[in-house]
Nanobody
Framework: VQLVQSGGGSVQAGGSLRLSCAAS????????MGWFRQAPGKERERVTI???????SYADSVKGRFTISQDNAKNTLYLQMNSLKPEDSAMYYC????????????????WGQGTQVTVSS
């Protein structure tokens, strides 16, 4: 199983970025997937999860600003981030697991390599 991330970078507050996570090595549609982030000195935070049935959940801190989506034909997960704030600055990771509980508690079996998002004020 391999998760390869792209996107991210630096943006001013109020701007937008999109992260991508290309998956391979497993049946994409049968896995739960999500995005996590970790800022320096802080614990890893679950940002958003998408279930196999397509339902989604978001951290309160990103609701209404971030959107998770996927293209099953391309085996790719996306995170659209709008109205970015400096406190959104962190390393972002995509993650996948065949079990929902492991993903929800932050211990999925598979992680992307991470991509830095920096939001300046």
């Amino acid at each position: 199983v391999q998760l390869v991330q792209s996107g991210g970078g630096s943006v001013q507050a109020g701007g937008s970025l999109r992260l991508s996570c290309a998956a391979s090595g497993y049946t994409y549609s049968s896995y739960y997937m999500g995005w996590f982030r970790q800022a320096p000195g802080k614990e890893r935070e679950r940002v958003t999860i998408t279930d196999i049935d397509g339902s989604t959940s978001y951290a309160d801190s990103v609701k209404g600003r971030f959107t998770i989506s996927q293209d099953n034909a391309k085996n790719t997960l996306y995170l659209q981030m709008n109205s970015l704030k400096p406190e959104d600055s962190a390393m972002y990771y995509c993650a996948a697991d065949s079990r929902r509980d492991r993903l929800y508690v932050g211990y999925p079996n598979y992680w992307g390599q991470g991509t830095q998002v920096t939001v300046s004020s």
